[in-house]
């Protein structure tokens, strides 16, 4: 039957692009926001290639559209735990790295990741780091996510409306990995949530920024790049990857197995790794750049600032989201559960 369903996969994806093979256009879907869209004409201008740019919310979204069927994307941006289960479900074409030259400008840092160790389908586009976003002028020596659970802050703390980003903070409280499978240890993060949910003034989503450059809070789960911004608005504002650990995190570049253009794929992915476009998309997003070339000629208060570029010690603590597969069912219950108590 499986054998059956590719067979058919495979006609549809011949007829579907025998109709367009011609055109020259390349269909790009990608996070919110999350792109220079200067970039995108200079590349049409640069090469007659025409791009339809879709935007999604989460790598969650993504998946559930592109998996479903009935997409024309060709290169995709998301996450790594996502490429992960891409890779393993067939999703996903290898990329041609003849016509990728640019790849010479990534970072050693960022090849040979663990959900792709062989550089086969994907490029690093932008890295990051979750933690806490803090007021100077109202707390001082924050290094732990214990400090999340103080009751001194009561209705000044903001958890971040993500299953696993929340969760993770919980387990790595607790000593454990952001990429558990045991259902105990799951079950004592689901408490430790629970026991903080009486002191948090909200979960929140992109609205954090908000807040807490307007001093709303005093504490907040943050994105690195987030918290860079917010600094940047907010000079009484810090930002810290707590001693326990936490996610880092790369979004990538892939091209879709089903993508009718994977040349023009291809040669996209390419040039969004010159270190001039790179440094443009790093500049616009905030976030960390991937490109070492581009790293050299941002300005000294953006790539010194520890918040865009941590430490080796304290990049070493980090760990990478992994695709749990069917047990994410498990931290599925676990979060409506925590939504659900007063």
Avoid at 269 to 292: D, E, H, R
Wanted: aromatic content about 14%; charged content about 25%.
């Amino acid at each position: 039957m499986k054998f059956r369903f590719l067979i058919l996969l495979a006609v549809f994806i011949l007829i579907g692009c025998s109709k367009n093979n011609d055109e020259k256009i390349l269909n790009v879907y990608n996070y919110g926001d999350y792109v220079d869209e200067k970039i995108l004409k200079m590349f049409t201008n640069e090469t007659g290639i025409k791009i339809n740019y879709d935007t999604f919310a989460t790598s969650e979204d993504a998946y559930t559209k592109i998996k479903n069927g009935g997409t024309n994307y060709d290169v995709v941006i998301i996450s790594d735990y996502m490429i992960e289960r891409m890779i393993k479900e067939n999703l996903l074409e290898p990329l041609d790295f003849s016509l990728i030259e640019n790849y010479q400008f990534i970072h050693s840092r960022f090849k040979n990741l663990s959900f792709d160790p062989e550089n086969k389908f994907s490029v690093s586009y932008m890295w990051g780091s979750v933690g806490i976003l803090y007021n100077k002028t109202m707390v001082d020596n924050v290094h732990s996510w214990k400090i999340l659970w103080d009751e001194k802050y009561k209705n000044q703390i903001f958890m971040y409306d993500s299953q696993r980003d929340s969760i993770g903070v919980a387990l790595k409280k607790l000593g454990y990995s952001l990429n558990t499978r045991d259902i105990k240890e799951l079950y004592e993060a689901k408490n430790e949530l629970v026991k903080q949910k009486k002191i948090v003034q909200a979960y929140v989503g992109d609205a954090v920024k908000d807040k807490m450059i307007g001093n709303e809070g005093t504490l907040a789960i943050s994105y690195s790049g987030d918290a860079l911004f917010c600094q940047s608005e907010n000079s009484d504002l810090d930002y810290v990857i707590p001693i326990e650990g936490s996610n880092l995190w790369f979004d990538c570049a892939v091209i879709l197995k089903t993508s009718c253009h994977k040349s023009f794929a291809n040669l996209f992915i390419n040039f969004l790794c010159q270190p001039q476009i790179a440094l443009m998309n790093t500049q616009y997003i905030g976030y960390s750049t991937v490109n070492s070339e581009a790293l050299k000629k941002l300005p000294d208060e953006i790539k010194n600032n520890k918040i865009y570029w941590p430490s080796d010690e304290e990049f070493s603590r980090c760990e990478i989201f992994h695709d749990l597969g069917e047990f994410i069912r498990q931290y599925d219950i676990i979060w409506t559960e925590i939504l659900a108590e007063d």
